[in-house]
């Protein structure tokens, strides 16, 4: 990230893994960890094809909670 940071992005995206797995506190760490320690604006991908809506709810809420508002929702 520290390399990365140099070359000053405008974002940088964050994704929960492959296949649509859900691991949101990594995930959510390291997004909350770019903008923290790097002021580097991050976007969290919300993969949703196999999450019920409760669970879409807990995750929003807790970007919410890290300051995480740029979500990009994904079917899959």
Not at 4 to 27: C, D, H, K, R
Not at 31 to 47: D, G, K, T, W
Not at 51 to 63: G, H, M, N, P
Request: with cysteine.
């Amino acid at each position: 990230l520290d390399d990365l940071g140099q070359l000053s992005p405008n974002f940088i995206s964050v994704t929960f893994g492959a296949g649509g797995s859900i691991n949101s506190q990594n995930t959510l760490e390291v997004a909350s960890l770019i903008q923290e320690e790097y002021q580097i604006p991050s976007i969290v991908h919300l993969p949703c094809i196999h999450s019920s809506k409760e669970k879409i709810t807990q995750i929003l809420q807790k970007c919410k909670e890290k300051n995480l508002n740029q979500i990009l929702a994904l079917r899959g």
